[in-house]
T-cell receptor
Framework: DGGITQSPKYLFRKEGQNVTLSCEQN?????MYWYRQDPGQGLRLIYY???????QKGDIAEGYSVSREKKESFPLTVTSAQKNPTAFYLC??????????????FGSGTRLTVV | AQSVTQPDIHITVSEGASLELRCNYS??????LFWYVQSPGQGLQLLLK??????LVQGIKGFEAEFKRSQSSFNLRKPSVHWSDAAEYFC????????????FGTGTKLQVIP
């Protein structure tokens, strides 16, 4: 079955450390997204990519970086510049054909905790 | 700018009772509207979406939603709630066409009591 795989499910980061969250999809979707979820704040967009080797900042990109070297993969690095990284991170892909939007497909998330 | 308001943070219903979750949006043109559901510690799953046509949309798991342009609303309903429906529900709005940004509401957490 096609889907999105996020790993690891739980991740612990020490102060001053960079960590990378993995996101892989086998849906052949062009667009991929990273969202951050905090209690009571809904989902906030970090970065998104519509095609390989191209990506755009979302609403809260500071302290994060991404790459899109392959269509299937969109890893997110949480850098030491992100001062409050403890959150639940969701990766998603999306298929659009013309004006028809199929909606997002989400992974099961990575919970990042600073220790 | 587009926005979504889910006025109810928490809702508690009895199993077998009907359910309505409210969603109000702000968008200048014809929007794409979505409802997603999230179980604890999991990702979001698409329940249904509306773009055009019939304003009453049927989704998975027995859910439906009605688009009311005059009220800028897209409320989610279910005639009879099951204990397994306990989850958090998110409404979202986006423009039609392309990969432009979709804006999510802050969610409504549903508790189902026996």
């Amino acid at each position: 079955d096609g889907g999105i795989t996020q790993s690891p499910k739980y991740l612990f980061r020490k102060e001053g450390q960079n960590v990378t969250l993995s996101c892989e999809q086998n849906l052949n979707h062009d667009a991929m997204y990273w969202y951050r979820q905090d209690p009571g704040q809904g989902l906030r967009l970090i970065y998104y990519s519509q095609i390989v080797n191209d990506f755009q900042k979302g609403d809260i990109a500071e302290g994060y970086s991404v790459s899109r070297e392959k269509k299937e993969s969109f890893p997110l690095t949480v850098t030491s510049a992100q001062k409050n990284p403890t959150a639940f991170y969701l990766c998603a892909s999306r298929k659009v054909q013309g004006t028809y939007d199929y909606g997002y497909t989400f992974g099961s998330g990575t919970r990042l905790t600073v220790v | 700018a587009q926005s979504v308001t889910q006025p109810d943070i928490h809702i508690t219903v009895s199993e077998g009772a009907s359910l309505e979750l409210r969603c109000n949006y702000s968008y200048g043109a014809t929007p794409y509207l979505f409802w997603y559901v999230q179980s604890p510690g999991q990702g979001l799953q698409l329940l249904l979406k509306y773009f055009s046509g019939d304003t009453l949309v049927q989704g998975i798991k027995g859910f439906e939603a009605e688009f009311k342009r005059s009220q800028s609303s897209f409320n989610l309903r279910k005639p009879s709630v099951h204990w397994s429906d306990a989850a958090e529900y998110f409404c979202a709005v986006g423009p039609s066409g392309g990969y432009q940004k979709v804006t999510f509401g802050t969610g409504t957490k549903l508790q189902v009591i026996p």
